[in-house]
Nanobody, 123 residues
Framework: QVQLVESGGGLVQAGGSLRLSCAAS????????MGWYRQAPGKERELVAVISSGGGTNYADSVKGRFTISRENAKNTLYLQMNSLKPEDTAVYYC?????????????????WGQGTQVTVSS
């Protein structure tokens, strides 16, 4: 299995920046695409950005041009650089790892979620 631990959340003023990190441990060879999701109070969890094992990225329209997702495979770490933060970015941010299906040893792995890290943007 794979364990994910997020860090880097906090309180920041509108227009500021934060960098989230997600450290993966365990059977990390079974990780394919990784991503960041967020959930604001009273709302459903939504996709923020994803990155494939090859480095291809996709972003929610609401964060394009402001957020950058990256991964350092050698360190098994995922990042989210968040610039020009807005109050509407306030949420709990979760890291996700999707399973790869091309390895027999990974067939039982169904993916992982981190515990979440709070990001609060004040106006």
């Amino acid at each position: 299995q794979v364990q994910l631990v997020e860090s880097g959340g906090g309180l920041v003023q509108a227009g500021g920046s934060l960098r989230l990190s997600c450290a993966a441990s365990g059977d990390t060879i079974c990780i394919s695409t990784m991503g960041w999701y967020r959930q604001a109070p009273g709302k459903e969890r939504e996709l923020v950005a994803v990155i494939s094992s090859g480095g291809g990225t996709n972003y929610a329209d609401s964060v394009k041009g402001r957020f950058t997702i990256s991964r350092e495979n050698a360190k098994n770490t995922l990042y989210l650089q968040m610039n020009s933060l807005k109050p509407e970015d306030t949420a709990v941010y979760y890291c996700n790892a999707a399973p790869r299906r091309d390895l027999y040893r990974c067939q039982a792995y169904t993916g992982s979620w981190g515990q979440g890290t709070q990001v609060t943007v004040s106006s």
